[in-house]
């Protein structure tokens, strides 16, 4: 994903009130920018360190600035936006960088299905193979050696996408779990039993029904974000 114009570059003060992030630019001013994360963020940001945002010029944005990467506490840079990671993993699959998910004719993103009125991220249709229910997730919670998690916040919805994947491998489906990994420091991902024990119950039940799941990892820049390696998935 080519990022035109490029990020640009300022020092993150503090974020708060969820979706809302202060930085300071090179200029010495201060602004208020949208901070489009609905988990915690937790180990993702430091005060007073780099953090690169993007600007809009829609005249009916409250906030010109998004914020898009951050600095963590270990001098790693996450991807905090989490409009992207769908757009990633889309490009990903046209590019042919996930070859797990080739072959598919068709693409189509925000599809409604299931029991629990739920929308799929992705959906890959072709003649001659069974459909695929992509759900995406941006993974951002460094632990420490290389591990980054998912979740960094309870998630409710996230254990529920969890249930629909499981229906559709049992009505004869294909379902996938892509954790796209947005920090530079990962080695390897998996769930955050900690944080939230459900979710990581039922991603367990998943995968013993059946749900495929995939780890990829980006390359981040302030003109760029892409799609570009594979990470191991470790449960313990």
Known sequence: MKIIPPFERATLIK???RFLADIRLSSGEEMTIHCPNTGSMKNCWQAETPCWFSRSDDPRRKLSGTLEITTTPDGFLTGVNTNRPNKLVREAIEDGVIAELQGYESIRAEVKYGAENSRIDLLLTGEELAPCYVEVKNTTLGAGGGRVLFPDAVTERGTKHLRELISM???GH???LVFCVQHSGADCAGPADEIDPVYGATLRQAIAAGV???VYGCRLA???I???HRLPFVIR
């Open 15 to 17: 974020r708060y009130k």
């Open 169 to 171: 491998v049992q009505q």
């Open 174 to 176: 294909r379902a996938v």
């Open 212 to 214: 495929e799941v995939l």
């Open 222 to 224: 302030e003109d760029e």
């Open 226 to 228: 892409v799609i570009d």
